[in-house]
């Protein structure tokens, strides 16, 4: 009896694979073509040696040119349609505190993101700043400043800023001067640390217009979804204020949970470009708000017959996850090379290289009217996202404290801050002149010893003052008031800064004041 040949196994068809990384190089691999997301994402932090990788991602351009991050558990060949395969790895989740990274080569990757950010414009930053972090750099590129260093005669083809300037370059040189003895790493520290600060950080920006078809941008970030007009930040929805996120056609609602003089729960509505606009930025909301408030992701609903609604949901580990993660890391730090960033030449390259989609964000605005919302009532079949109660408090955690007893009892100070953003109200103070930044501050003094029956004393109001100063672009009005009550003595001022829409303004410089 003959046996039958033996069936010749299936020949696996791999694709070619290009992954541009944040320092500029290209990692080409081949990977099969059925694979999913995760496994290319694994084999390219395999190649960088980096463990905490939730923060990171993998984007690919559609065929409109704009950005869209790969899914890691579906199935590659269905998301990206043009060959060979194109990436680039990016920071998606940007860590509100780089401090609390573990690994130097994370904090190091996240440093190459925000010089693209900043190099770019997508990050704007003051004449300051521009010049502290470029001297950051400069020092974790090129060590201590030495007169001798032929390197920093070609300051010039280093990108620090997206219009840079000789004064720019000489006070970069200035500041470096002054950083001697930092190692890359430490550099790479601070650097960060006055980056966290700047008001754009981490923002994921999407085009929009509001019910009176102005145009306005959405921003998506760690603490919730902010609303620009005119680069300025005229409302703030953080995540906890948020019920229910949703979106129907090229329409995209967020359910707002009411206040505390309001009854009614409210819709806002916005229109998107289009509905593939409008499920992205549903997409990043999901994401975004799973990874900074909740414990763990979220399961996908079970599949139902006729089933509404999108069964997305995040699939990676959450920032409470990924940080009980980093604290089992055991290695030794890993070596990794560091990369010089990118040079440019003004006579031939011109300006860094944009994406349309990329230019259309950066570019300013020019409408004058302010946002206005409308409420609608979107219907029962939209996908949506709900803020469950387990995710109440993962970020904004306050600090601990450490009480210690003392022996005697000296004079006590307490001091206590309390910072509202006036634009979260529901309504507009002024249609030309929005609310940018109100501060509170009570400072309570109390002696050592007071005289028995003070308690019941009423409290007696000492002074009242109030400072106003103009500028062409802002407004400063100070409040101080002095009352004493018991034999304590509470001095509470008042800030508030307004500032106009109508000038190119630097929020760092009008608010370092405060």
Request: aromatic share 8%; with cysteine; glycine share 4%.
């Amino acid at each position: 009896m003959e046996k039958s040949p033996k069936k010749t196994p299936k020949k696996v068809k791999t694709v070619p694979c290009r992954v541009v990384l944040l320092d500029g190089t290209e990692y080409p691999c081949e990977i099969e073509k059925r694979s999913k997301g995760q496994v290319l994402f694994d084999k390219v932090c395999a190649h960088l040696n980096l463990l905490e990788k939730d923060y990171f991602g993998l984007t690919y351009r559609d065929s409109t040119d704009q950005k869209n991050w790969l899914d890691l558990i579906k199935d590659i060949k269905k998301q990206i349609r043009n060959y060979p395969w194109q990436f680039a790895f990016n920071v998606k989740f940007y860590p509100p505190d780089p401090s609390q990274l573990t690994e130097d080569i994370t904090r190091y990757l996240l440093c190459l993101q925000l010089r693209q950010d900043i190099a770019s414009g997508r990050l704007p930053c003051s004449f300051v700043t521009h010049a502290l972090l470029g001297s950051y750099t400069l020092q974790a590129e090129l060590g201590d400043y030495s007169a001798d260093d032929q390197r920093l005669e070609s300051i010039s083809e280093f990108q620090f800023a997206p219009n840079q300037t000789k004064e720019l370059e000489d006070k970069i040189m200035e500041l470096h001067k002054t950083h001697r003895g930092l190692t890359p790493a430490m550099a790479d520290s601070q650097f960060l640390e006055n980056a966290k600060k700047l008001s754009m950080y981490g923002v994921d920006l999407h085009h929009a217009k509001d019910s009176e078809a102005v145009d306005i941008m959405l921003g998506v970030c760690a603490n919730g979804l902010l609303i620009y007009k005119d680069r300025l930040r005229i409302n703030r929805f953080a995540w906890p204020k948020i019920l229910k996120i949703s979106y129907k056609r090229s329409n995209f609602y967020i359910k707002i949970r009411p206040g505390e003089t309001e009854h009614f729960e409210s819709t806002i509505g916005f229109k998107l470009p289009s509905h593939r606009a409008a499920k992205r930025l549903w997409k990043v909301c999901v994401e975004h708000h799973t990874f900074f408030r909740l414990l763990s992701p979220e399961q996908p609903p079970k599949a139902k017959f006729l089933t509404l609604g999108s069964k997305f949901r995040y699939s990676g580990r959450t920032q409470a996850q990924t940080r009980q993660a980093s604290t089992l890391i055991d290695r030794p730090a890993p070596y990794f090379e560091r990369t010089s960033s990118k040079r440019i030449s003004r006579s031939l390259d011109g300006p860094p290289e944009l994406s349309a989609a990329d230019e259309d964000l950066i570019r300013d605005s020019t409408f004058d009217q302010p946002v206005s919302v409308n409420e609608v009532k979107p219907s029962a079949s939209e996908p949506v996202l709900r803020d469950e109660k387990r995710s109440e408090e993962l970020l904004s955690q306050p600090p601990e404290l450490e009480l210690h007893k003392e022996t005697k009892p000296p004079v006590v100070k307490t001091e206590m801050v309390t910072i509202s953003d006036a634009s979260q109200k529901n309504e507009i103070a002024t249609k030309e002149v929005p609310i940018l930044h109100t501060e509170t501050k009570t400072i309570t003094y109390e002696a050592a010893e007071t005289d028995g029956g003070g308690d019941n004393e009423p409290a007696m109001l000492l002074s009242a003052q109030t400072i106003t100063s103009e500028s062409i672009s802002t407004t400063t009005t100070t409040h101080i008031t002095k009352t004493v009550k018991g034999g304590i003595s509470e001095t509470r001022i008042e800030k508030r800064i307004v500032i106009t829409g109508d000038a190119d303004i630097d929020h760092d410089e009008k608010l370092k004041r405060f």
